[in-house]
């Protein structure tokens, strides 16, 4: 493991024992997107499934763009970590505000498409703005 791995499972792992209090044994489904964030917390979270099991990499496609290579990503990490992958289609309503709809309709998928008891987990860099 790299060191700068070592460092983020370290502080993944602190978080779930801490402020998240994660009980020991509770499954965690990994919400990626292809991108560093979400890769790295795929790849941490596979160095602690012996205290977490892995509840999965799950990819949605929001159906807006082209987007093979955020999800070749998101394959490739969840293989590497050696989870199972599910990528999840979305069509998304019509109206106003489409991130904020894309972001509804990617929760709402995911709450329904990972097993009731698993946690979903987001990966998202310091700068990310919601």
């Not at 502080?11 to 209090?21: E, H």
């Not at 292809?34 to 012996?50: F, H, I």
């Amino acid at each position: 493991m790299t060191e700068m791995l070592s460092d983020v499972v370290a502080l993944v792992q602190r978080a779930l024992k801490g402020p998240c209090q994660v009980a020991k044994g509770t499954p965690i489904a990994v919400a990626c997107s292809g991108g560093a964030d979400s890769v790295g917390l795929v790849a941490a979270l596979a160095e602690l499934s012996d205290t977490w099991p892995s509840g999965g990499v799950f990819y949605v496609d929001h159906g807006l763009r082209q987007a093979t290579a955020e999800k070749h990503s998101a394959r490739v990490a969840a293989e590497r970590a050696g989870a199972e992958f599910t990528a999840l289609r979305l069509n998304l309503a019509e109206g106003s505000n489409l991130q904020a709809r894309a972001r509804s309709a990617r929760y709402e998928a995911l709450e329904e498409a990972v097993p009731s008891g698993t946690l979903i987990a987001t990966g998202h860099t310091r700068t990310d703005q919601a």
